[in-house]
């Protein structure tokens, strides 16, 4: 498995976390996960995310400039 630094770990991040990270809202977040883009488990009546399926969602999502 590819190293992500502190991403490739499987700690679980809360959605606050995943958007602050990512610099988006946690409406996003939730939207993603909703649409079954960014995998997620539910603890209780919140979600949590694994460290290494958000990278592996910024990965997918990463675009590549012209040359």
Not at 2 to 31: C, F, I, Q
């Amino acid at each position: 498995m590819k190293d992500n630094g502190p991403l490739s770990s499987d700690r679980l991040w809360t959605v606050a976390e995943v958007a602050d990270h990512m610099r988006v809202s946690n409406m996003t977040v939730y939207r993603l996960i909703k649409a079954g883009e960014l995998p997620a488990i539910r603890v209780g009546k919140n979600y949590r995310v694994r460290g290494s399926d958000l990278a592996a969602y910024l990965d997918a999502s990463r675009t590549l400039g012209r040359d």
